[in-house]
Protein backbone atom coordinates (compact mmCIF):
# COMPACT_ATOMS: atom_id res chain seq x y z
CA UNK A 1 0.00 0.00 0.00
CA UNK A 2 1.79 3.74 -0.88
CA UNK A 3 1.15 6.22 1.40
CA UNK A 4 -0.86 8.95 -0.43
CA UNK A 5 0.37 12.77 1.19
CA UNK A 6 -2.46 15.10 0.88
CA UNK A 7 -0.09 17.46 -1.35
CA UNK A 8 3.10 16.44 -2.93
CA UNK A 9 5.27 18.81 -5.55
CA UNK A 10 6.11 17.61 -8.91
CA UNK A 11 9.51 18.20 -10.10
CA UNK A 12 10.40 16.26 -13.37
CA UNK A 13 14.09 15.04 -14.37
CA UNK A 14 14.51 18.42 -16.90
CA UNK A 15 13.82 20.58 -13.94
CA UNK A 16 16.35 18.85 -11.99
CA UNK A 17 19.01 18.70 -14.88
CA UNK A 18 18.14 22.65 -15.20
CA UNK A 19 18.88 23.24 -11.72
CA UNK A 20 22.35 21.15 -11.74
CA UNK A 21 23.06 23.76 -14.64
CA UNK A 22 22.43 26.02 -12.28
CA UNK A 23 24.80 24.86 -9.49
CA UNK A 24 27.32 23.95 -11.87
CA UNK A 25 27.12 27.50 -13.27
CA UNK A 26 28.91 29.40 -10.49
CA UNK A 27 25.81 31.95 -10.34
CA UNK A 28 23.37 30.47 -7.16
CA UNK A 29 22.15 33.51 -5.80
CA UNK A 30 19.65 35.84 -7.31
CA UNK A 31 20.77 36.69 -10.62
CA UNK A 32 19.84 35.92 -14.26
CA UNK A 33 16.94 33.50 -13.56
CA UNK A 34 14.77 35.44 -11.27
CA UNK A 35 14.95 38.19 -13.41
CA UNK A 36 13.71 35.84 -16.27
CA UNK A 37 11.11 34.25 -13.76
CA UNK A 38 10.22 37.88 -12.57
CA UNK A 39 9.61 38.99 -16.10
CA UNK A 40 7.62 35.17 -16.90
CA UNK A 41 5.17 35.84 -14.00
CA UNK A 42 4.60 39.55 -15.03
CA UNK A 43 3.46 38.04 -17.86
CA UNK A 44 1.46 35.17 -16.42
CA UNK A 45 -0.06 38.07 -15.05
CA UNK A 46 -0.92 40.31 -17.93
CA UNK A 47 2.05 42.55 -17.95
CA UNK A 48 1.97 43.65 -14.11
CA UNK A 49 5.07 44.47 -12.36
CA UNK A 50 6.09 41.39 -9.92
CA UNK A 51 8.96 40.97 -7.45
CA UNK A 52 10.15 37.47 -6.32
CA UNK A 53 10.74 37.22 -2.80
CA UNK A 54 11.54 34.24 0.00
CA UNK A 55 8.39 33.15 0.73
CA UNK A 56 4.39 34.88 0.84
CA UNK A 57 5.05 35.64 4.55
CA UNK A 58 7.77 38.19 3.34
CA UNK A 59 5.66 39.87 0.53
CA UNK A 60 2.22 40.31 2.94
CA UNK A 61 4.64 41.55 5.39
CA UNK A 62 6.43 43.95 2.84
CA UNK A 63 2.94 44.87 1.18
CA UNK A 64 1.96 46.02 4.59
CA UNK A 65 5.06 48.38 4.89
CA UNK A 66 4.46 49.65 0.78
CA UNK A 67 0.75 50.86 2.11
CA UNK A 68 2.32 52.69 5.22
CA UNK A 69 0.55 50.68 7.97
CA UNK A 70 2.13 50.71 11.08
CA UNK A 71 1.46 51.28 14.40
CA UNK A 72 -2.27 51.05 15.63
CA UNK A 73 -3.56 51.00 12.10
CA UNK A 74 -6.30 48.60 11.81
CA UNK A 75 -6.13 45.77 9.13
CA UNK A 76 -9.30 43.63 8.16
CA UNK A 77 -8.27 39.89 7.56
CA UNK A 78 -10.43 36.45 7.12
CA UNK A 79 -10.72 34.67 10.90
CA UNK A 80 -10.21 31.76 9.12
CA UNK A 81 -6.42 31.01 7.30
CA UNK A 82 -3.41 30.22 7.77
CA UNK A 83 -1.94 31.90 10.49
CA UNK A 84 0.35 34.42 8.79
CA UNK A 85 -2.32 35.85 7.04
CA UNK A 86 -2.59 38.05 10.47
CA UNK A 87 0.74 37.67 11.92
CA UNK A 88 2.17 39.60 9.60
CA UNK A 89 -0.30 42.42 10.52
CA UNK A 90 0.81 42.02 14.74
CA UNK A 91 4.83 42.60 13.66
CA UNK A 92 4.11 45.43 11.71
CA UNK A 93 2.77 46.42 15.21
CA UNK A 94 -0.75 47.30 13.46
CA UNK A 95 -3.99 45.01 14.73
CA UNK A 96 -5.77 43.10 12.95
CA UNK A 97 -9.71 43.08 12.90
CA UNK A 98 -11.08 39.75 11.94
CA UNK A 99 -14.34 39.14 10.04
CA UNK A 100 -16.32 35.76 9.93
CA UNK A 101 -15.98 33.42 6.94
CA UNK A 102 -18.62 32.05 4.74
CA UNK A 103 -19.22 27.88 6.08
CA UNK A 104 -18.94 26.66 2.15
CA UNK A 105 -16.98 29.34 0.14
CA UNK A 106 -14.45 29.31 3.70
CA UNK A 107 -14.21 33.23 2.34
CA UNK A 108 -14.21 36.61 4.05
CA UNK A 109 -17.96 37.71 3.84
CA UNK A 110 -17.56 40.88 1.89
CA UNK A 111 -21.55 41.79 3.14
CA UNK A 112 -20.06 41.65 6.61
CA UNK A 113 -16.78 43.81 5.43
CA UNK A 114 -18.50 47.27 5.76
CA UNK A 115 -19.45 46.83 9.84
CA UNK A 116 -15.80 46.19 10.05
CA UNK A 117 -14.43 49.23 8.65
CA UNK A 118 -13.41 52.14 11.30
CA UNK A 119 -11.50 55.62 11.43
CA UNK A 120 -8.06 53.22 11.66
CA UNK A 121 -8.84 50.95 8.85
CA UNK A 122 -5.71 51.34 6.36
CA UNK A 123 -6.02 48.19 4.40
CA UNK A 124 -8.20 44.31 3.84
CA UNK A 125 -6.20 42.02 3.06
CA UNK A 126 -8.82 39.05 1.63
CA UNK A 127 -7.49 35.85 0.90
CA UNK A 128 -8.35 33.29 -2.16
CA UNK A 129 -8.96 29.97 0.18
CA UNK A 130 -8.31 26.88 -1.38
CA UNK A 131 -7.58 28.91 -4.69
CA UNK A 132 -11.40 30.00 -4.52
CA UNK A 133 -11.74 33.41 -5.65
CA UNK A 134 -13.12 36.27 -3.20
CA UNK A 135 -16.02 38.40 -4.58
CA UNK A 136 -13.29 40.66 -5.72
CA UNK A 137 -15.68 43.63 -7.97
CA UNK A 138 -17.56 44.26 -4.65
CA UNK A 139 -14.20 43.84 -2.44
CA UNK A 140 -12.38 46.37 -4.86
CA UNK A 141 -15.12 48.83 -4.88
CA UNK A 142 -15.78 49.01 -1.09
CA UNK A 143 -12.14 49.90 -0.30
CA UNK A 144 -12.22 52.51 -2.99
CA UNK A 145 -15.20 53.93 -0.96
CA UNK A 146 -13.42 53.90 2.20
CA UNK A 147 -10.11 54.40 0.71
CA UNK A 148 -8.51 51.07 1.77
CA UNK A 149 -5.51 49.39 0.59
CA UNK A 150 -6.41 46.12 -0.64
CA UNK A 151 -3.30 43.81 -0.06
CA UNK A 152 -5.05 39.73 -1.80
CA UNK A 153 -3.05 36.64 0.30
CA UNK A 154 -3.13 35.10 -2.96
CA UNK A 155 -0.63 31.94 -1.23
CA UNK A 156 -3.60 29.37 -2.97
CA UNK A 157 -4.19 31.04 -5.88
CA UNK A 158 -1.99 31.52 -8.57
CA UNK A 159 -4.08 30.57 -11.49
CA UNK A 160 -7.20 30.90 -10.08
CA UNK A 161 -9.36 33.23 -12.62
CA UNK A 162 -12.08 35.41 -11.18
CA UNK A 163 -14.57 36.61 -13.81
CA UNK A 164 -12.36 35.40 -16.53
CA UNK A 165 -9.51 37.72 -15.19
CA UNK A 166 -6.14 36.07 -13.59
CA UNK A 167 -5.86 37.13 -9.50
CA UNK A 168 -3.08 39.33 -9.88
CA UNK A 169 -3.96 40.83 -12.86
CA UNK A 170 -6.06 42.99 -11.58
CA UNK A 171 -6.50 44.84 -8.11
CA UNK A 172 -3.83 46.61 -5.87
CA UNK A 173 -1.08 44.26 -4.57
CA UNK A 174 -1.41 40.78 -4.58
CA UNK A 175 1.06 38.13 -2.85
CA UNK A 176 1.66 34.54 -4.00
CA UNK A 177 3.53 31.60 -2.60
CA UNK A 178 5.53 29.11 -4.12
CA UNK A 179 5.66 27.18 -0.95
CA UNK A 180 5.76 22.95 -1.79
CA UNK A 181 2.39 22.57 -0.79
CA UNK A 182 0.73 25.39 -3.38
CA UNK A 183 -0.24 25.24 -6.64
CA UNK A 184 3.71 25.43 -7.98
CA UNK A 185 6.46 25.86 -6.00
CA UNK A 186 10.80 27.37 -5.77
CA UNK A 187 11.30 25.30 -3.05
CA UNK A 188 10.33 28.09 -0.41
CA UNK A 189 9.50 31.44 -2.45
CA UNK A 190 7.17 34.47 -3.25
CA UNK A 191 6.17 37.42 -5.25
CA UNK A 192 3.97 40.29 -5.42
CA UNK A 193 2.50 42.01 -7.40
CA UNK A 194 2.48 45.78 -7.52
CA UNK A 195 2.24 48.68 -10.17
CA UNK A 196 3.33 52.15 -9.09
CA UNK A 197 6.97 52.61 -9.27
CA UNK A 198 7.67 54.16 -6.16
CA UNK A 199 6.30 51.04 -4.48
CA UNK A 200 7.92 48.53 -6.60
CA UNK A 201 11.39 50.55 -5.61
CA UNK A 202 10.65 50.17 -2.10
CA UNK A 203 9.95 46.77 -2.52
CA UNK A 204 13.32 46.01 -4.01
CA UNK A 205 15.20 47.96 -1.11
CA UNK A 206 13.61 46.63 1.94
CA UNK A 207 14.39 42.64 0.20
CA UNK A 208 18.18 43.60 -0.20
CA UNK A 209 19.47 45.17 2.78
CA UNK A 210 18.44 48.92 2.56
CA UNK A 211 20.60 48.78 -0.59
CA UNK A 212 20.18 51.27 -3.46
CA UNK A 213 22.53 51.99 -6.35
CA UNK A 214 23.66 55.17 -8.10
CA UNK A 215 24.10 55.66 -11.95
CA UNK A 216 27.74 54.79 -11.70
CA UNK A 217 26.96 51.37 -9.35
CA UNK A 218 27.98 52.85 -6.63
CA UNK A 219 26.18 51.65 -3.41
CA UNK A 220 24.30 53.59 -0.52
CA UNK A 221 21.90 51.83 2.19
CA UNK A 222 19.18 54.32 2.54
CA UNK A 223 16.93 52.39 4.69
CA UNK A 224 17.67 49.46 7.37
CA UNK A 225 16.20 46.79 5.14
CA UNK A 226 15.84 43.32 5.41
CA UNK A 227 16.69 40.32 3.43
CA UNK A 228 14.30 38.54 1.16
CA UNK A 229 15.67 38.12 -1.99
CA UNK A 230 15.21 34.43 -3.78
CA UNK A 231 18.12 32.38 -5.17
CA UNK A 232 18.44 31.50 -8.70
CA UNK A 233 18.41 27.86 -7.90
CA UNK A 234 14.86 28.38 -6.46
CA UNK A 235 13.97 30.72 -9.00
CA UNK A 236 14.77 28.32 -11.86
CA UNK A 237 12.81 25.80 -10.39
CA UNK A 238 9.88 28.35 -10.22
CA UNK A 239 10.45 29.02 -13.67
CA UNK A 240 9.81 25.12 -14.82
CA UNK A 241 6.63 25.20 -12.45
CA UNK A 242 4.96 28.02 -14.03
CA UNK A 243 5.36 26.13 -17.09
CA UNK A 244 3.18 23.58 -16.62
CA UNK A 245 1.02 25.39 -13.62
CA UNK A 246 -2.19 25.69 -16.15
CA UNK A 247 -1.29 21.72 -16.88
CA UNK A 248 -1.03 21.20 -12.77
CA UNK A 249 -4.30 23.36 -12.26
CA UNK A 250 -6.61 21.28 -14.98
CA UNK A 251 -5.59 18.23 -13.21
CA UNK A 252 -5.88 19.09 -9.63
CA UNK A 253 -9.70 20.20 -11.15
CA UNK A 254 -10.16 17.22 -12.79
CA UNK A 255 -9.59 15.49 -9.19
CA UNK A 256 -11.96 17.96 -7.63
CA UNK A 257 -14.23 17.53 -10.06
CA UNK A 258 -14.36 13.65 -8.81
CA UNK A 259 -14.56 14.37 -5.14
CA UNK A 260 -17.60 15.91 -5.97
CA UNK A 261 -19.01 12.70 -8.31
CA UNK A 262 -18.09 10.34 -5.50
CA UNK A 263 -19.16 12.77 -2.37
CA UNK A 264 -22.36 14.93 -3.51
CA UNK A 265 -25.13 11.71 -3.85
CA UNK A 266 -24.61 10.91 0.15
CA UNK A 267 -22.44 13.87 1.45
CA UNK A 268 -20.93 12.92 4.45
CA UNK A 269 -20.61 16.63 6.07
CA UNK A 270 -20.31 19.87 3.96
CA UNK A 271 -18.20 20.04 1.07
CA UNK A 272 -17.01 22.89 -0.35
CA UNK A 273 -17.94 25.67 -3.02
CA UNK A 274 -17.17 23.82 -6.17
CA UNK A 275 -16.75 27.62 -7.73
CA UNK A 276 -16.40 27.74 -11.72
CA UNK A 277 -13.37 27.16 -14.29
CA UNK A 278 -12.09 29.66 -12.78
CA UNK A 279 -11.04 27.54 -9.61
CA UNK A 280 -7.31 26.61 -9.45
CA UNK A 281 -8.63 24.09 -6.18
CA UNK A 282 -5.29 24.19 -3.83
CA UNK A 283 -7.07 22.00 -1.31
CA UNK A 284 -10.48 19.58 -1.12
CA UNK A 285 -11.50 20.43 2.25
CA UNK A 286 -14.54 18.97 4.23
CA UNK A 287 -16.55 19.67 7.27
CA UNK A 288 -17.46 16.36 9.28
CA UNK A 289 -19.49 16.57 12.51
CA UNK A 290 -17.18 15.51 14.62
CA UNK A 291 -19.44 16.06 17.72
CA UNK A 292 -21.83 13.88 15.72
CA UNK A 293 -20.02 11.37 14.28
CA UNK A 294 -18.42 10.03 18.02
CA UNK A 295 -14.96 10.52 17.06
CA UNK A 296 -12.49 13.28 17.31
CA UNK A 297 -10.64 14.30 14.24
CA UNK A 298 -7.25 12.92 15.51
CA UNK A 299 -8.86 9.76 15.71
CA UNK A 300 -10.23 10.07 12.11
CA UNK A 301 -7.28 11.10 11.07
CA UNK A 302 -5.33 8.23 12.54
CA UNK A 303 -8.01 6.04 11.34
CA UNK A 304 -7.11 7.36 8.01
CA UNK A 305 -3.48 7.33 8.42
CA UNK A 306 -3.60 3.54 9.17
CA UNK A 307 -5.36 3.42 5.21
CA UNK A 308 -2.24 4.87 4.15
CA UNK A 309 -4.05 7.91 3.58
CA UNK A 310 -2.92 12.09 5.17
CA UNK A 311 -5.45 14.46 6.15
CA UNK A 312 -4.48 17.75 6.43
CA UNK A 313 -6.17 20.75 8.72
CA UNK A 314 -6.45 23.61 7.00
CA UNK A 315 -7.19 25.72 9.72
CA UNK A 316 -7.82 26.34 13.17
CA UNK A 317 -9.92 29.92 14.00
CA UNK A 318 -6.86 32.58 14.36
CA UNK A 319 -8.53 34.22 17.17
CA UNK A 320 -8.62 31.23 18.78
CA UNK A 321 -4.35 30.42 18.90
CA UNK A 322 -2.68 31.23 21.85
CA UNK A 323 -0.86 34.61 20.36
CA UNK A 324 -4.23 36.03 19.78
CA UNK A 325 -6.10 34.47 22.85
CA UNK A 326 -3.25 36.41 24.93
CA UNK A 327 -4.27 39.66 23.08
CA UNK A 328 -8.10 39.11 24.10
CA UNK A 329 -9.23 37.85 20.53
CA UNK A 330 -11.97 35.52 21.24
CA UNK A 331 -12.75 32.89 18.64
CA UNK A 332 -16.63 32.37 19.38
CA UNK A 333 -17.05 35.39 18.09
CA UNK A 334 -16.45 34.14 14.78
CA UNK A 335 -19.04 31.46 14.83
CA UNK A 336 -18.11 30.29 10.90
CA UNK A 337 -14.66 30.06 11.79
CA UNK A 338 -14.59 28.33 14.55
CA UNK A 339 -16.82 25.36 13.22
CA UNK A 340 -14.32 25.34 10.47
CA UNK A 341 -11.49 25.15 12.79
CA UNK A 342 -12.98 22.43 14.33
CA UNK A 343 -14.44 20.47 11.50
CA UNK A 344 -12.69 21.01 8.62
CA UNK A 345 -10.26 18.16 7.09
CA UNK A 346 -8.05 18.32 3.96
CA UNK A 347 -7.99 15.46 1.25
CA UNK A 348 -5.01 14.63 -0.79
CA UNK A 349 -4.93 16.69 -4.06
CA UNK A 350 -1.75 17.05 -6.02
CA UNK A 351 -1.53 17.00 -9.62
CA UNK A 352 0.42 13.28 -9.73
CA UNK A 353 -3.09 11.79 -8.01
CA UNK A 354 -4.65 8.90 -9.70
CA UNK A 355 -8.35 8.88 -10.74
CA UNK A 356 -7.43 5.39 -8.23
CA UNK A 357 -6.29 7.46 -5.24
CA UNK A 358 -9.28 9.59 -6.02
CA UNK A 359 -11.46 6.25 -5.32
CA UNK A 360 -9.38 5.35 -2.83
CA UNK A 361 -10.06 8.32 -0.33
CA UNK A 362 -13.29 8.14 -0.74
CA UNK A 363 -13.59 4.32 0.01
CA UNK A 364 -11.76 4.74 2.80
CA UNK A 365 -13.31 8.26 4.19
CA UNK A 366 -17.23 5.88 4.29
CA UNK A 367 -15.11 3.16 5.93
CA UNK A 368 -13.81 4.88 8.68
CA UNK A 369 -17.25 7.06 9.24
CA UNK A 370 -18.59 3.62 9.21
CA UNK A 371 -16.29 1.88 11.63
CA UNK A 372 -15.20 5.01 13.79
CA UNK A 373 -11.52 3.15 13.52
C1 LIG B 1 1.11 29.21 2.74
C2 LIG B 1 0.36 30.41 3.09
C3 LIG B 1 1.00 31.62 3.42
C4 LIG B 1 2.48 31.72 3.61
O1 LIG B 1 3.21 31.36 2.49
P1 LIG B 1 4.79 31.14 2.65
O2 LIG B 1 5.30 31.25 1.26
O3 LIG B 1 4.96 29.78 3.24
O4 LIG B 1 5.30 32.21 3.53
C5 LIG B 1 0.22 32.73 3.66
N1 LIG B 1 -1.10 32.68 3.59
C6 LIG B 1 -1.77 31.55 3.29
C7 LIG B 1 -3.25 31.58 3.19
C8 LIG B 1 -1.05 30.38 3.06
O5 LIG B 1 -1.70 29.24 2.79
Redesign the pocket.
Known sequence: MTYLPFSRPSIDEQTIEAVSQVLRSGWITTGPYVTKFESALSSYVGGRKVRTLT??????EIALMVAGVGKGDEVIVPAM??A??ANVILRRGAVPVFVDVDLVSRNLDVSSLEAAISERTRAVMP?H?AGLPVDMDRLLQLARKFDLRVIE?A??AIGTAYRARRIGAFGDIT?F???P??NMTSI???AIVCDPADEVRLIEVERFHGIERDADGNIDVVSAGGKFNLSDVSARIGLAQLERLDAFNKRRRELAMMYFQQLCADPPGILPDAGDEGHCW?MFTLLLPFDRLGMTRTQFQQAMGKRGIAIGV??PCIPGLTAYRKLDYREDRYPNASRIGRETVTLPLFPAMTDDDVRRVCAALRDVLANRV
Do not use: I, M
Open positions: SCTAALSFASVFDAHCSFHNKEGGNHY
